[in-house]
């Protein structure tokens, strides 16, 4: 696992540049809000999501999440179609703040284009893209 700045970014999973991790896991990817977005976005008291069955595009917006002081875009890292968004998030957003990467997952996508898709993504033992990534995203709220 890399940490950095005392985040952690985990070794097995694919980090997008707009705040949001994949993790293969057999024929799916699940998606999640890393966990430097989730401390500085402060305490999430909301989310949407679009329902499973849409289909998603990489880049583009999945939802929406909602902080006291922030109101912020999900952009899904991975394009396909969405088979599952975390039920858990519906009574309590702030898992996200509390299990970025476990409890806290956002959804859950078929990948259509799998390989290209992740060619994209920084990968989690790749520090040095990482650290230069975060230095820029915190240069951006100074």
Known sequence: MVKL???????DMYFHKDHMWARVEGD????????WAAEAAGKLVS??????????????????VESGKWVGS????ITGTIAEINPALKGSP?????????TGWVALI?????????????????????EAW???????TE
């Open 94 to 102: 702030s898992i996200i703040n509390d299990s970025p990467y476990d």
């Open 47 to 64: 989310i949407k999501t679009r329902p499973a069955g849409k289909k998603v595009k990489a880049g583009k917006t999945l939802g929406s």
């Open 74 to 77: 999900l952009k899904v890292p």
């Open 134 to 140: 975060l230095a820029e995203e915190k240069a951006k």
């Open 28 to 35: 799916k990817v699940k998606t999640g809000y890393n966990s």
């Open 5 to 11: 700045d005392g985040y952690d970014f985990p070794d």
């Open 110 to 130: 078929e990948p259509s284009d799998l390989n290209a898709d992740l060619a994209q993504l920084m990968k989690g033992d790749d520090s040095a893209a990482l």
